[in-house]
């Protein structure tokens, strides 16, 4: 048997695999979306009792074999359960996407830049709320896109390379992956059209040019022009895939949009 071997884990969902095991698809910093099996993780005073929870934080130990689809879980040691986003519909809702996201979206490879980010966030979400809640997930779904590769160009027209005038309205276009600039633009493409508050915000969140913790909140129809363009590009971009959580976050807080 391989050397076990230690890296720190997200907890994507678990599934039962026998009477007393279960299965845990976790995303690693190390070799990112792996599943491993947990012998005796049904089992009342297992050591992986309450450490394999959804959203959780940690430290796995692994006997982790090439070609293998399956690996052993050896131990595992709570770091973080993000208690926090268990507490609100929406909170857990988001977190659901975010682990939805990285079970359909990654492979085993390591990607330390979307593991942190992902991490980070799951952290942030827990005292945040209504509107700031919604654009703080949609801030980690656009840069998380970029650690993937698809970042899209948001400071000159991804034709000819001219800047927006300060002020202005610019034209986002989902399928070349960037803003374009009124003299570039081909007329029926369906461009979306951002004012220059939600163009300023999808820049500062792709260019990380945020203080995540104290940037103000903008209006909420910034907020909807960054949401419609966030989830327009990765639908188109990964598949016209939709995460199936945050179709149960709508549907939930629908009544209160707005507030």
């Not at 993780?41 to 929870?53: G, I, N, S, T, V």
């Not at 991490?119 to 949609?138: D, E, M, S, T």
């Not at 840069?143 to 400071?155: Q, S």
Request: proline residues 5%; neutral net charge.
């Amino acid at each position: 048997m391989a050397a076990p071997e230690k890296t720190d884990a997200l907890v994507l969902k678990t599934q039962k695999w026998s009477e007393s095991s279960k299965i845990a698809h976790l995303y690693t910093r190390r070799w990112g979306r792996i599943s491993v099996l947990a012998k005796g993780a049904l089992r009342p005073r297992a050591k992986f009792w309450d450490h394999l929870e959804t959203f959780s934080l940690i430290e796995a130990v692994v006997y982790k074999k090439p070609r293998e689809q399956l690996q052993l879980l050896a131990q595992a040691q709570l770091k973080d359960p993000f208690a926090g986003l268990y507490g609100d519909f929406a909170r857990a809702g988001y977190g659901f996407a975010a682990m939805e996201f990285l079970e359909r979206h990654t492979l085993e490879e390591g990607n330390g830049e979307l593991f942190d980010w992902t991490v980070f966030n799951l952290q942030r979400w827990q005292n945040k709320i209504g509107p700031g809640l919604q654009l703080a997930f949609f801030e980690y779904l656009l840069v998380a896109l970029g650690a993937l590769g698809f970042e899209p160009l948001v400071e000159v027209c991804r034709s000819c390379n001219r800047a927006p005038g300060p002020g202005q309205k610019v034209l986002f276009d989902q399928v070349g992956g960037g803003i374009i600039c009124r003299r570039c633009a081909k007329e029926g493409e369906g461009y979306q059209v951002l004012s220059p508050e939600a163009h300023e915000r999808l820049k500062k969140t792709v260019l990380g040019s945020i203080d995540w913790e104290n940037e103000p909140l903008p209006p909420y129809p910034v907020i909807e022009e960054f949401v419609l363009v966030t989830e327009g590009f990765y639908g188109y971009h990964l598949g016209g895939a939709r995460l199936k959580s945050l179709e149960f976050v709508r549907r939930m807080a629908e009544p209160a949009a707005g507030v």
